[in-house]
């Protein structure tokens, strides 16, 4: 079992920046590759970007990337998102999820723990 507990939303100007954290407990939350996804209102479950458990690779949505990073601090138990130069279309619940098997997708279907989202949002 895994439990995730994201923090660091909430509202900001376009042009800034914002660094999420995702707060994970559970035996095998080490192993697990890590993944960010948000939601606006009236959409699917989109995804931001994924992270092996080792930190050796990642993954971007081509709407984020060169703009947002991924990162995970095993000794920590933590999964981050730093995100800069942000749009209004950024604006969304972000959350994080757990893959027990360690494999960088983007189908929200394949994340097995989630936790419960925190809002960012961007003001034009």
């Known amino acids: 079992q895994v439990q995730l507990v994201e923090s660091g939303g909430g509202l900001v100007q376009a042009g800034g920046s914002l660094r999420l954290s995702c707060a994970a407990s559970?035996?095998?939350?080490?192993?697990?590759?890590m993944g960010w996804f948000r939601q606006a209102p009236g959409k699917e479950r989109e995804f931001v970007a994924a992270?092996?458990?080792?930190?050796?690779?990642?993954f971007y949505a081509d709407s984020v990337k060169g703009r947002f990073t991924i990162s995970r601090d095993n000794a920590k138990n933590t999964v981050y998102l730093q995100m800069n130069s942000l749009k209004p279309e950024d604006t969304a619940v972000y959350y994080c999820?757990?893959?027990?098997?360690?494999?960088?997708?983007?189908?929200?279907?394949?994340?097995?723990?989630w936790g419960q989202g925190t809002q960012v949002t961007v003001s034009s």
């Open positions: 999820a757990a893959d027990p098997n360690n494999l960088l997708r983007s189908s929200w279907h394949e994340y097995e723990y």
């Open positions: 559970g035996r095998t939350f080490s192993r697990c590759s």
């Open positions: 992270i092996t458990w080792s930190g050796g690779r990642t």
